[in-house]
């Protein structure tokens, strides 16, 4: 028997291959696998965590393609979505610079410029490939606070690698609080 439930709807978000569906699997419990098909238009799991006894979450997790030509699908995704992973690369410093537009594109359509977010900075175990300085993610971050700050949430930035798991569970767990301080 749970005593609360709460049902958060979030969208996992960002430029193709950066990782979303990869993150999305090891949340799930599939592992990592290093070859699968590209999402087409959005996919879709749902899965209950349970944080302290008789307290159990609900992640409904939109995984939209990140691709141009699905920007049409995409756009009835995101309504109702009460939180996103915004996702990069940190091996490619434009799928970072890209972020601004996903967030806008989220703001815009999920219909209220106050979601909470958490920025992931995925692929971090390919550290001798990395290419991206984290100083900038983090700026990005502080300039989203300072526009959310009136609504009793944090957005936050983390280090990520689907592959290795590091701070996949922290990251779902850390959107779920902001939600919660918020809705
Ligand atoms: P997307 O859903 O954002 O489009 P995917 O991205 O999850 O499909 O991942 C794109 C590619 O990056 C996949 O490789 C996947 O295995 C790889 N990948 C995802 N996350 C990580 C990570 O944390 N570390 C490393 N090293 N690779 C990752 P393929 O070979 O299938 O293109
Ligand atoms: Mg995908």
Not at 25 to 32: D, E, L, N, S, T
Not at 36 to 43: C, E, K, N, V, Y
Not at 100 to 128: C, H, M, Q, T
Not at 154 to 160: D, Q
């Amino acid at each position: 028997m749970t005593n609360s439930e709460f049902i958060f709807k979030i969208t996992l978000i960002g430029d193709g291959a950066v990782g979303k569906t990869s993150i999305r699997h090891r949340y799930m419990g599939y592992g990592f696998k290093e070859s699968h098909l590209m999402t087409l238009g959005a996919d879709f799991s749902v899965i209950d965590k349970e944080f302290r006894e008789g307290e159990t979450w609900t992640y409904q997790i939109w995984d939209i393609a990140g691709q141009k030509i699905f920007e049409e699908i995409r756009s009835r995704f995101y309504k109702g979505s009460m939180g996103a992973l915004v996702v990069f690369d940190v091996t490619d410093k434009q799928t970072l610079r890209n972020c601004l537009s996903w967030v806008k594109e989220l703001y815009r359509f999920s219909g209220s410029d106050a979601i909470p977010v958490v920025l992931l900075a995925n692929k971090s175990d390919l550290r001798n490939r990395k290419s991206v300085d984290m100083k900038k993610a983090h700026k990005f971050v502080k300039i989203l606070n300072e526009g959310t700050a009136s609504y009793g949430f944090t957005n936050h930035v983390l280090e990520t690698s689907a592959k290795t798991g590091l701070n996949i569970e922290t990251a779902f767990k850390l959107l779920g609080d902001a939600i919660r301080a918020r809705f």
